[in-house]
C-alpha cells in the first residue's frame, strides 16, 4: 500500500469530532473537570517501513550465513 492509498483510506474513516458534553450517556457516567489526555499517533508507513528494514535485516543475515558457511 503506497502513501496516496493510505491517506484515501484514512480520509475514508474519518470521523467527526464532537464534545464530551453532547454525548449520550448512561445515568450513572459522568465526564469529569479537567479531564487529560494524551494522544499518540503512529503513522502506518512508519509501520510499514519499520516492517521492511526488519525484513531487509533477516534477508542480510540470512546472506551472511549463507556465505560464512560456504
Excluded at 450517556?25 to 508507513?45: G, K, N, Q, S, Y
Excluded at 509501520?47 to 531487509?56: D, L, S, T, Y
Aim: charged fraction near 40%; hydrophobic fraction near 35%; charge should be negative.
Amino acid at each position: 500500500m503506497n502513501m496516496a492509498t493510505s491517506r484515501k483510506s484514512a480520509e475514508k474513516t474519518k470521523v467527526d469530532l464532537v464534545r464530551l458534553d453532547s454525548v449520550s450517556m448512561d445515568e450513572d457516567d459522568e465526564i469529569l473537570p479537567d479531564f487529560e489526555a494524551e494522544v499518540r499517533v503512529r503513522h502506518l508507513a512508519s509501520k510499514e517501513a519499520a516492517r521492511r528494514g526488519r525484513e531487509a535485516a533477516r534477508q542480510l543475515r540470512l546472506q551472511e550465513q549463507q556465505s560464512s558457511a560456504a
